[in-house]
């Protein structure tokens, strides 16, 4: 199994990326905010996992160990493959799909490509208890509330820095499942614990 690699990257576009691993190109499927973030000439690491079937051999990348385990969970849904899984991570964070099935909310996943009513009902029965290692992105671990909206806002703001979304999203959770109880409501004070989360990352993230 091909749990990660790291590599140079050749080829980058919304749909995957090719990244030359010891003088062989490998291809692996990812998300569009991964592919847009890649830079060719720059290194890459990716958490992968390998899809075997009787046709092909296929690789599917993340930023995170957490959407892997995410993608892998998805993929345990009747009726979800590879590339349905791969959709709904594309177009809702960890969070966001914790989120929608902690309230029983079939509705963001119907809105994804290629997932009908069925299936998004499907996927929040299935998935009901085993997304608990997931830091929601409207409650801190711990159970407190915070104002519904109040990680979105926040992970906006440092996209309007110039921070990637998928840089972004997880920092925030971190932030949320740490912060004080008085500060989880609080945009601008998850902000500034964020941004000092993110600080020592920037040039990791600016360098590619």
Known sequence: MISSLRGRVTHADDDGVVVEVGGVGLAVAVTPAVGRSAHI?????????????????????????????????????????????????SSLTVGQIADAVAAEDDAPFRRVSGIGP????????????????????????????????????????????????????PVVEEVLADAPEADRASVPALLRLALAQLGPRRKEVVGG
């Open 41 to 89: 000439g720059a290194e890459l690491m990716l958490h992968t996992t390998l899809i075997v079937r009787e046709d092909a051999l296929s690789l599917f990348g993340f930023d995170t160990r957490e959407e892997l385990r995410v993608f892998t969970q998805l993929l345990g849904v009747t009726g979800v493959g590879p590339k349905s899984a791969l959709g709904v991570l």
């Open 118 to 169: 069925k299936t998004a009902k499907l996927i929040v029965v299935q998935l009901t208890g085993k997304l608990d290692h997931v830091v929601s992105s409207g409650a801190s671990g711990g159970g407190s509330a915070v104002a519904p909206g109040v990680a979105a806002q926040v992970v906006a703001a440092l996209v309007g820095l110039g921070w990637p979304e998928r840089t972004a999203a």
